[in-house]
């Protein structure tokens, strides 16, 4: 039972290594804010004919849009606009891309600003991906995002586990686990007590 745990601990650490140094990255970047990772300015125009009807909901319209389309990704409530004419402006974000779109109804079209992102800026944007609208491979992602959260949780116990077995560096294990529950510990009660 022990080597099987410990086969599952070592190669399911491996099966999830990419994605926790794709986590741990994006988290530091959401503090610090790397230079690096800003995206290059690297802008494409383009226009589309455009068949959808005017709806008075913004978010529904602009949905429509994105189908119509072949576009994936997320619509971004706060950024929505409309002119006098009736015509909506939105901007649509996904990993890799950023869009800002404009219809034109009368004329038929819409009018599309391509932001391309870096490789960077797709790493960090799979921080919190799961879904993505139109998109058939981002789930996967979600997928891969839950195995790993679980797997999480299993090296946890199971390292526990394979250290209580153990009779080598049963003094620095102990001290290691007190000195990093208490600093846990501590650190939640600062937040909750300080702020």
């Known amino acids: 039972m022990r080597k099987l745990i410990l086969n599952v601990h070592l190669y399911g650490g491996l099966l999830c290594a990419p994605y926790l140094v794709i986590f741990g990255f994006s988290s530091l970047h959401f503090n610090h804010h790397f230079s690096f990772v800003e995206p290059a300015p690297n802008q494409v125009e383009w226009d589309a004919p455009l068949t959808v009807p005017s709806m008075p909901d913004n978010q529904a319209m602009a949905d429509s849009v994105r189908d119509a389309l072949g576009l994936m990704g997320w619509t971004i409530p706060w950024n929505m606009k409309r002119d006098p004419s009736g015509d909506l402006q939105f901007d649509l974000e996904r ?6 779109l404009h219809t034109a109804l009368k ?5 599309v600003s391509e932001h391309h992102k870096g490789f960077w800026q797709v790493v ?3 921080h919190g991906s ?3 609208p139109n998109s058939r491979f981002v789930p996967l992602w979600g997928v891969y995002t839950e195995v790993c959260t679980w797997f999480v949780f299993f090296a946890a116990a199971s390292g526990l586990y394979l250290w209580i077995n153990t009779r080598r560096e049963r003094k620095i294990g102990v001290l290691t686990l007190v000195v990093a529950l208490g ?9 909750i007590v300080r702020g």
Do not use: A, I
Not at 95 to 100: A, E, I, L, Q, V
Not at 107 to 111: D, F, L, N, R
Not at 183 to 191: A, C, P
């Open 95 to 100: 990993p890799g891309k950023s869009y800002t």
């Open 107 to 111: 004329e038929g079209k819409v009018h």
């Open 124 to 126: 960090n944007s799979l």
């Open 130 to 132: 799961g879904q993505l």
């Open 183 to 191: 600093g846990s510990v501590f650190l939640v009660l600062l937040v």
